[in-house]
């Protein structure tokens, strides 16, 4: 029997329905959430193991992956591991991945990014739109130059061309989690008095353009989607507020948006404003994942964004991509159904079980296995991108990672100090 609800001509619904994003149709609600892959060599470039992970997840039922975030620009790289979309040398090997999904029947786009200040490449001048310390790494920096900001954008938008030419189905732009276009929208870091800065409206020029030159780049059958910060969650008052956030949301839709993943803007740290712990974990499955120290707390509710949502789907005429803690098959299904959300983005309950949505679809599991620990959070940019709890041999390793000193000072490969940098 399959859990696959049909309605009464036969055709699935709810998580199983299939939908569009601008003119690309994905099978199901289903995308896998931009989740770095920390798989590249020291170019940029990606190998054999990046592929198998991306045809796992299309032969797993995905409807739709977001690559993890590919920098754009060799300035705006987050981590020695990461890939990027800034050479043409990169399209015939993510050629490859497209087809490997492709082949199996699922849709993928490039996620494409600039970290701005929150670059970790030690020997990188991260760029940044005023001299504002980063919240997150405590790098330093100078405001950049106007030439400098026009270099983005043209990377953007030469980015995208290489999305199409590598056979991507679409583009997601990064405009969340604190990275550059974050840091442009914010007037925590945005000081500047020019054109780019002063009123909201300036502040938000830099994606404004930046969505304009992609948009120049992609032939009517692809999409652009876009993260974005609906507000910033840190200590410091003064940030960009939901309401002040979502009217920049209007504009970036009515520039050429087919969807969009609503996540938070500056962040002071990625776990408790982004990458939430235990989400929707039991006392039941705590006891059988081994997480002791969790016996005695409930667990933890999903769809942490979905105020966020409510307040774009409000005021915006887009898709809505739900992203944050989304869990259950049943939470899913009432999403889509109550039109809160048109589709749900996973990504760690994808790390660990990359066919989750074959084995909802066949009615063997209605939860993920996935207890949100974020061990593979700390590994980001350390390792490969993979589930530390299976087999249970990886916690073993992981143990002797991180008592080895091997995330440094922190303990975390998340938020390194300014002296690890
Ligand atoms: C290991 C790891 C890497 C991530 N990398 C990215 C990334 O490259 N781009 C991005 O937009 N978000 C990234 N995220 C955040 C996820 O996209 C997502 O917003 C967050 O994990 C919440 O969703 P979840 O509860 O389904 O995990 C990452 C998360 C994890 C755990
Ligand atoms: S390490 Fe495994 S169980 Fe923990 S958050 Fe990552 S994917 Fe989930």
Not at 247 to 276: K, P, T
Request: charged letters at 25%.
């Amino acid at each position: 029997m399959t859990s696959t609800a049909l309605n009464l001509g036969g055709r699935p619904t709810g998580a199983f329905a299939p939908a569009s994003l601008g003119p690309v149709s994905v099978r199901n609600r289903f995308i896998r959430a931009g989740t770095g892959e920390s798989m590249a060599d020291r170019r940029g470039r990606i190998g054999p193991d990046y592929l198998r992970l991306h045809e796992d997840l299309a032969r797993g039922g995905v409807g739709l992956a977001f690559t993890g975030h590919l920098f754009v620009h060799p300035r705006g790289r987050y981590g020695e591991l990461q890939a990027g979309l800034h050479t043409d040398d990169a399209i015939d090997d993510f050629r490859a991945v497209t087809d490997a999904v492709h082949r199996h029947g699922g849709r993928i786009f490039a996620q494409i990014a600039h970290a701005g200040s929150q670059s970790m490449v030690r020997d990188n001048e991260p760029l940044a739109p005023s001299a504002v310390d980063n919240v997150m790494t405590g790098r330093r920096v100078r405001a950049a130059r106007t030439d400098e900001i026009d270099e983005v954008v043209a990377a953007f938008g030469q980015a995208a061309r290489r999305a199409v030419e590598a056979g991507f189905d679409g583009v997601h732009l990064h405009g969340a989690n604190g990275y550059l276009i974050s840091q442009f929208r914010s007037p925590l870091t945005n000081a500047r008095d020019d054109e780019w800065g002063g009123t909201q409206e300036e502040r938000d020029r830099l994606p404004l353009a930046v969505i304009r030159a992609i948009r120049a780049q992609l032939p009517a059958d692809r999409a652009l989607t876009m993260k974005v910060g609906v507000a910033d969650l840190v200590d410091e008052e003064g940030g960009l507020s939901v309401d002040a956030a979502v009217a920049g949301v209007q504009s970036f839709a009515a520039a050429g948006l087919d969807g969009v993943e609503v996540s938070s803007n500056l962040m002071s740290d990625y776990v408790s404003a982004s990458i939430r712990p235990y989400i929707a974990v039991s006392r039941v499955r705590a006891f059988t994942d081994l997480l002791l120290h969790r016996l005695h707390r409930s667990a933890e509710p999903e769809a942490y964004f979905l105020d966020f949502a409510d307040r774009v789907r409000a005021r915006v005429d887009t898709k809505i991509i739900l992203v944050g803690g989304v869990r259950r098959l049943g939470t899913v299904n009432r999403l889509i159904d109550s039109g809160r959300a048109d589709f749900v983005s996973m990504a760690r309950p994808f790390i660990r079980e990359p066919d989750l949505v074959n084995r909802f679809a066949s009615g063997r599991q209605t939860t993920p296995a996935c207890v949100s620990c974020n061990i593979c959070l700390m590994h980001d940019e350390h390792h490969p991108l993979t589930c530390w709890r299976v087999p249970r041999v990886n916690l073993l390793r992981h143990a002797r990672y991180r008592f080895g000193g091997g995330f440094g000072s922190k303990g975390s490969g998340r938020k390194p100090s300014a002296a690890e940098l």
